[in-house]
């Protein structure tokens, strides 16, 4: 296992790899948590397509492969994208939705018209770009780092700045604006800083699915906290632990897109944290329901003693006792007794059940 | 009937035509990204299908897919209902993960075949033509356009079958369960539709623009009507402009048809949404301008019915003073008192404006319409 890890470590693909995903997990896990809280989960989706035409378009006019030159046409058209969502559904009765199906398909259109124009270029081959679809981890370059590193340093410094204005802009933007602020300015910001996150993570897992990056970590971060600055850490700690694991997988096996690994470690990690994560997770919830239920059983059993008790009777007949839990199957029914009887709430005596004053002080302290 | 061109162009117009029709429900139920998730998560479907029958062009591949397109519907349900995610994020999860599935066992096993990741982005629709129908050895034409106006068949069916239930529960879902339809087994149908259509379609445009398809001409039909009816046929029109300009576009540059088709729905939408006579951009900046005006207009009016009995008429019915009041732009201030004397709603009488008769009556018109609980 060590030796794994040592020769994971020496080999150099690998440890750019390594170091490109993490990059592109931490910006897109943390800026990504702003679109999750303020339900624009699929506009990442659109903005990530919406690159293609912009990297196709930069390599045409340019005829550079250079990562600055690609990946800021990406970026370019990207805002252009979700500038052009704002417009139509301020402008027009098509909702929100609608907005990002036609963004989505209609430059992701363009940008196969593009790609199709180069693959037909005598001077210079595709396959420099086609990388962009899925992604491919393995063709990251030193070059490559330097560009996503600036580009995700800048986004997340951004954030830092503004962190009190987006705050204010997820959770209560119309007390943002009655302090003066500019939501339609901050909201300009959080969406450039998305492109951006987005444009950092393309050449890893691709437009098709680098929308996930944004989703995934976000969502999964959320079950465990309820606090904005440790839902950002998490969700920049998620992404980088998706990106790490999904590049060593799919450079280690044979025929494994990156883009699509990636995608399924960080969904795992989102089921991993619905189901377990304390407070919010499903488990827990059933455990928390569970006990609740075994309290109001036991109460309800206690409270009808109770009565008897005020009625100067010493005790309840068994039989009593259980039809009063007839909804309960036998097993059940002869399990609360014992533990009632177990917790000293309850006793069988000569006259029958009967509660102990614990138990009597049980039923005083529910009024 | 041999010619490629026609044939493809027939095909475009057959798939585009076909996936306006259940689009228009989608965007009208407010659920456009729901194609963007089962046109990805069939591939899912595909390939499984494709590894259990090793064949891409089996009915079981639809069948199969389909299915998929349920599920994927099914689980974003599911993830939604424990309240833990958001719905825009269950839809983004979900079909993101199963198209992930799809990709890597396509990548894995089925690389060397017929099965490509590129097909999957980009259909093979000008391959058509090359697989045809043959029947007791006549040629009847490509095999995709007799599958496709299958789907069509079927989704005209459906549509006119269920046209009142599927109106009901797109306009008004509450009413619909109140009168005993069952949304959820209507919703499923319709999901099972466009999972079929999404598939048809997937062969022949790839899986992002059966994206294009399905949103894009609806929702351009949307801006030029608010019948339903009307807007089916809208839009299905512009399916068949889409696969025919789509077309030609690509063979005069020589490009990808299914990219092409998508930026000719793009350039058909810009321009309604441009043009559109009630909901264009245009016209609704014309209609904003205008109705700034009027009331504008409507407020100098009341302004001047507010003081027309008051001693401080001279001063506040002031030309100069209302000028400097209204903080308008001096230059629109003018322009709107020279247009209410010109429609002889009030009269200049030495830089005092007064208003006429017609003038008293359309201010109190308008104040009761401004407000209206003042009235009785």
């Not at chain 1, 995903?21 to 303020?38: D, K, N, Y």
């Not at chain 1, 189901?275 to 239920?293: D, V």
């Not at chain 1, 007794?337 to 069988?348: A, E, P, V």
Request: proline residues 3%; contains cysteine.
């Amino acid at each position: 296992m060590i030796n794994f890890f040592s020769s994971l470590l020496g080999d150099h693909t690998l440890k750019t790899v390594m170091i490109g995903a993490t990059f592109l997990g931490v910006t897109s896990g943390s800026i990504g948590t702003f679109a999750v809280l303020r339900k624009q989960s699929l506009l990442g989706d659109a903005i990530s397509h919406s690159a293609l035409p912009g990297i196709a378009l930069a390599f045409l006019l340019t005829g550079s492969r250079a990562p600055i030159i690609l990946l800021t046409g990406g970026l370019l058209v990207g805002w252009i994208s979700a500038l052009c969502m704002m417009v139509i559904v301020k402008y027009s009765s098509i909702k929100y939705d609608g907005a990002l199906g036609i963004i989505l398909s209609v430059f992701f259109g363009i940008g196969m018209v593009l790609m199709s124009f180069i693959q037909r270029l005598p001077t210079a081959s595709q396959a420099g770009l086609n990388k962009f679809l899925f992604g491919r981890a393995a063709t990251l370059l030193q070059e490559d780092l330097v560009v996503m590193g600036w580009f995700g340093g800048i986004a997340l410094l951004l954030m830092l700045i503004f962190w009190k204005e987006i705050k204010l802009l997820c959770f209560n933007p119309e007390f943002g604006s009655s302090l003066g602020f500019s939501m339609l300015a901050l909201d300009l910001l959080v969406t450039t800083l998305l492109v951006v996150a987005i444009v950092v993570g393309l050449q890893t897992v691709g437009v098709v699915l680098m929308s996930v990056m944004i989703i995934a970590p976000g969502v999964a971060a959320r079950q465990w906290t309820n606090r904005l600055e440790i839902m950002v850490i998490l969700a920049g700690v998620f992404g980088a632990f998706s990106g790490i694991i999904g590049a060593i997988i799919s450079s280690e096996v044979r025929r494994m897109p990156t883009g699509p690994i990636i995608v399924l470690v960080s969904f795992l990690l989102v089921v991993l944290s619905i189901l377990f994560a304390p407070n919010r997770g499903l488990i827990y919830n059933l455990y928390r329901k569970n006990a609740i239920h075994k309290k109001i059983r036991e109460d309800q059993i206690l409270i009808y003693c109770y009565h008897f008790y005020q009625e100067g009777l010493e005790g309840v007949s068994g039989e009593k006792l259980l039809n009063r839990l007839n909804f309960l199957s036998n097993r059940r029914r002869i399990k609360l007794l014992n533990r009632l009887i177990k917790d000293g709430l309850l006793s069988f005596g000569s006259k029958g059940w009967h509660l102990t004053p614990k138990g009597i002080n049980r039923v005083l302290s529910l009024k | 009937m041999n010619n490629p061109a026609l044939e493809i162009q027939i095909l475009a117009a057959l798939v585009a035509v076909t996936c306006t029709l259940s689009g228009v429900f989608l965007v009208l139920r407010k659920m456009a990204m729901m194609s963007d998730a089962i046109s990805h998560s069939i591939l899912l479907g595909i390939a499984v299908a494709f590894l259990y029958t090793n064949s891409i062009h089996s009915p079981l591949l639809i069948l199969g897919a389909a299915a998929t397109g349920l599920v994927t519907v099914f689980l974003v349900e599911l993830l939604k209902q424990t309240n833990l995610v958001a719905e825009d994020a269950a839809i983004g999860l979900i079909f993101t993960a199963l198209f992930s599935i799809g990709v890597i066992i396509i990548s894995r096993y089925a690389a060397n075949v017929h099965l490509d990741i590129d097909a999957v982005l980009l259909g093979e629709i000008a391959f058509a033509p090359f697989r045809r129908l043959t029947v007791f050895g006549y040629d009847l034409g490509p095999k995709s356009i007799y599958i496709m106006a299958g789907i069509l068949l079927l989704n005209l069916l459906f549509i006119s079958l269920f046209f009142k239930e599927l109106k009901l529960i797109t306009f008004d879902p509450k009413l619909a369960a109140a009168l005993g339809f069952t949304p959820a087994l209507i919703h499923y149908s319709l999901m099972g539709v466009v999972s079929i259509t999404a598939v048809g379609a997937f062969d022949a445009v790839g899986s992002i623009l059966v994206v294009a398809l399905m949103v894009v001409p609806p929702l351009t039909a949307y801006l030029l009507t608010e019948e339903l009816e009307n807007m089916l046929l809208i839009s299905g029109g512009f399916g068949v402009a889409i696969g025919i300009l789509g077309y030609q576009m690509a063979r005069i540059l020589d490009v990808s048809i299914a990219g092409s088709m998508a930026s000719m729905a793009g350039l058909l939408f810009l321009l309604t949404f441009l043009l559109a006579p009630k909901k264009g951009l245009i016209s609704i900046i014309i209609r904003r301008k205008q109705q700034q005006f009027s009331f504008a207009c409507l407020t100098l009016l009341i302004h001047l019915f507010n003081h027309e009995d008051s001693i401080e008429i001279n001063e506040e019915s002031n030309e100069e003073h209302i000028i400097d009041f209204m903080r308008w732009p001096p230059p629109n201030t003018l322009k709107i008192i020279n247009q209410l004397i010109e429609m002889g709603l009030i009269t200049n009488d030495k830089h005092i404006l007064r208003l006429t008769d017609q003038g008293r009556y359309e201010a109190r018109i308008g104040l009761n319409t401004i407000k209206p609980s003042t009235e009785n």
